[in-house]
């Protein structure tokens, strides 16, 4: 019995043995990417963020770094030098091991994979040959898989490859290495396909200067030449006939030709004969502010070559003419972004830096914030700042609705955010949600002196209990979160930021909290992520200070691993509140704004101790002031007859003047001809100085005068160039303005008579010779009469 019951146990694991092998084969497999981080001089790099796609990142501080948990296949892998010049380098990688990868800063890999005509791998016999010309250097090959790296940025590299075929059949990819970035991940990857090639070269204008943004193509293959005048198109078929077209802004600036692919180098040099000119930048002059429902001139400058200016608002085309401003007329609450284009007749140039204006609603007395209230906090990034702590300053600025990152509808409080450390000019604005208190949305802009680096975030906040909405303020136990960020990073190679985490929220009331402000009572708010078990956010919320006290924020989305906020000062205003972004103005013309004060029922504003205003109204317009400083005051009345005070506000005003705007003229002209000149008269203006710059680079003031306009008499042959400034009756001088250009040809009967000189030397020597014959001939019969 004992013999029959072994033998049907040893029979049932043999038959069952297949299907553990199949369970154990069915488990997925995953693999490890670690190595070390240099920075450009070869040492251990400070704090690195290392990101495999979507995973989290993992931060490396000593040098080294390990990520885990990759499956097999093809993926991306970024390095982000953050204090080692914000440096960053994305490549593609294929894992079917663990890997050992060391990163160094300012450097990055070129990645190949061979393939075979129709794109897929190639057969097992089949192992292709890849070379760096450069240094001569071969690659291994896994998989029809190769790399070379790292390698500097910036520079120039060209690939020899041999697919299955001998010397003469090798093809080339040349290729000016890159950083990458999150929406070019696969920039220095290359699949070439077997019996391919490809075409390359730099595209230059007649005095051999690169021309960039050209569109070389060829039936569905395109590419597009960077500053230094290059473009490749890959996996063109050898022996194929190509018709090659070479345009920029739609406009063929080489004829079209066709070109017959061969294996070998892949040069194609061309050069054009045309010579296309954009506008020059254009950027605007009108900086990031919020604003009351009223009108709201938006000021930009433009440069040389350009026509006309298109301005764009959400999207969406609202002015397109010559002039360099607009009045933008606001008929709802909300944010609004403009953007701006110059053009001319070959194309546009785009600012690169749009423009945000917020137009804020009235206040209602029942909002929880009111236009005024501030809160002051220290702040702590770890790592330390390179600042050490900041001390900030939130101030309530109005309301408006926005959407969340879940698209969902919240009002909100908009609020200016004011940072001891920024530079002049330089602004930070956040939304917070009018239930939870919790930041919407966040924008940052550097001053204009510094930079055009701009940040923009956009967060969501779902609260729920036992499936439906919850407020972490109401009190309700058992409550999650679902929490989504993505934050746009305008820095030149700087990767964005993205989020989104599932959480557990515990709610504790009556935590006793001690800040610089006082001791506070707080609600404490505890959120801790479901996968990692990490207490993410920590609030304490103290509702005489309508505000939180304290904040832990370990899931910053920016440099820092955590930040903290302890609150050192608060206002709830007893006074009216001044509304204006700037306390040095250059404009003469600007408005004084201030926030609804709860219980008033009329203001009156002084300035420099002079009652100027008196109304309902919570803007004044103030028009054509002179240079100084100016001292406001505001007082608002309450319907018991007492009056509420503001503190004074002063501002400094040194007005500048902008140049005179050209009106449209004919770019092309005769030889004689007269051209009229005129531009848009400035107010004040005493006199005008026009200068014109000829082919040769000379330089004449032509006009000063005071009107605007000017008839040109005589004007040179060739390209001239005309600038135009203007002096006013305060003793302000602008600077030049625009310039504007005038091709003068030269006339037909000057041509015409150009060809006679020209032909008249030939006719001059047919006369002599004809001449000297003559007295020849003559010679000799006078001597036959003499014999």
Known sequence: MRIQLSLSLILLLALCSPLFENAAGNETQVFTISGKVFDSEGNPADSTSIRVDSMASVWSSDGTYSVSGISEGQHTIRAYFMNNGHTVAYRQIYVSQNIELDWHATKNWITLHAVNQSGEDLDNGLTPTFELVETGESASTNNGRAEFGPLPIGSYYTIKANIGGGESEAQYVRMKLQEGSLTETHINDFKLHQNHNSRYGYIVDQLGNPIQNVQVSTDNKSSLTNSDGFYQIENLAVGSVYNMTVQQANVDIIPSFNETITFGEGWLNLTSNVELIFPDNVSFTTQVQAIQQEPLTIEW???????????????????????????????????????????????????????????????????????????DYEVTHTPLSMY????????????????????????????????????????????????????????????PSESSYFQEGTLGWNFTSQGSQANPLSGLENQELHFNRTNIIGVPGHPNGYDDTYNSVVVTENVNVTTPAGSFSTTHISITDDTDGVVSWEFWYNTTVRNYVKITDRLPGSHSDSVSYVLTDFEVPTQPQFIIDEYLMSNKDYDVKWGTFQGAVSYELFENNVSVYSGTGTTFA????????????????????????????????VHVVQPPQFNPIESYTTEGEDVML????????????VTLQNDNGDTQTIYNGSEPNFKIEDIEQGRNRLRVNVGTSEGKISEWSPSVFIMVEETESDSAFGEIQAYLPGVGFGILLVTILLIITNYRRLSDESQ
């Open 301 to 375: 400058a433009g440069g040389d070559f350009t026509d006309r200016f298109a301005l764009y608002m959400n999207g969406m085309l609202v002015y397109n003419h010559t002039d360099p401003y607009y009045t933008f007329i606001p008929q709802t609450a909300g944010s609004y972004e403009f953007t701006i284009e110059a053009v001319n007749l070959n194309g546009s140039t785009a600012s690169s830096q749009p423009l945000l204006i917020m137009v804020l609603p009235e206040s209602s007395s029942s909002d929880l914030w009111s236009t005024g209230m501030s809160w």
């Open 388 to 447: 050490g702590t900041h001390n900030i300053t939130i101030t309530t600025l109005g309301q408006e609705i926005i959407a969340d990152a879940f698209e969902r509808q919240r009002e909100v409080y908009l609020t200016r955010v004011y940072d001891e450390h920024h530079s002049e000019g330089e602004k930070s604005y956040k939304w917070y949600d009018a239930e939870t208190l919790l930041p919407v949305r966040t924008y940052w802009v550097d001053a």
């Open 622 to 653: 103030r028009n054509n002031q002179l240079d100084g400083t100016y001292a406001y005051r505001l007082v608002a009345k309450l319907p018991s007859g007492h009056s509420m005070e503001s503190e004074e506000y002063v501002l400094s005003l």
């Open 678 to 689: 005129s531009w848009e008269a400035v107010e004040n203006a005493i006199w005008y100085s």
